[in-house]
C-alpha cells in the first residue's frame, strides 16, 4: 500500500494549487479518502473527505468554498483544488487511508508574499 503525494509549492496569498496522491496496492475506489494538513507546532487537521465513490465529500469550516476533494478511480488518485490561498492554510498536507492506516509522506503549501 502506497501513497505518494505532490503538487504542494510556494505561492502568493489568493493564488491557487492543486495536490495530487497517487494510491497503490489495494483497490482504490473501495475506501473513503482524507486529505490532512499540519501546520509547526500543531497538530495534524482534517481538511477532507470524499467517499470510495466520489459522491459525497464534506470540508472543514475554514477551507469550505475554497478547497474541493474529488478523485479519479480509474486513475487511483484523489486530488484536493485549493483557491483563494491564505498564509494559514501553510502546512504540510497529507493524503490518508483510515481503513487501513496509511498516510503519503506529505507535500509542502507554502503561502507568503
Known amino acids: 500500500v502506497q501513497l505518494v503525494e505532490s503538487g504542494g509549492g510556494l505561492v502568493q496569498p489568493g493564488g491557487s494549487l492543486r495536490l495530487s496522491c497517487v494510491a497503490s496496492?489495494?483497490?482504490?475506489?473501495?475506501?473513503?479518502m482524507y486529505w490532512y494538513r499540519q501546520a509547526p507546532g500543531r497538530e495534524r487537521d482534517l481538511v477532507a473527505s470524499?467517499?470510495?465513490?466520489?459522491?459525497?465529500?464534506d470540508y472543514a469550516d475554514s477551507v469550505k468554498g475554497r478547497f474541493t476533494i474529488s478523485r479519479d478511480n480509474v486513475k487511483n488518485t484523489l486530488y484536493l483544488q485549493m483557491n483563494s490561498l491564505k498564509p494559514e492554510d501553510t502546512a504540510v498536507y497529507y493524503c490518508?487511508?483510515?481503513?487501513?492506516?496509511?498516510w503519503g509522506q506529505g507535500t509542502q503549501v507554502t503561502v507568503s508574499s
Open positions: 490518508h487511508n483510515s481503513h487501513l492506516r496509511k
Open positions: 496496492g489495494f483497490t482504490f475506489s473501495g475506501y473513503p
Open positions: 470524499i467517499t470510495g465513490s466520489g459522491l459525497s465529500t
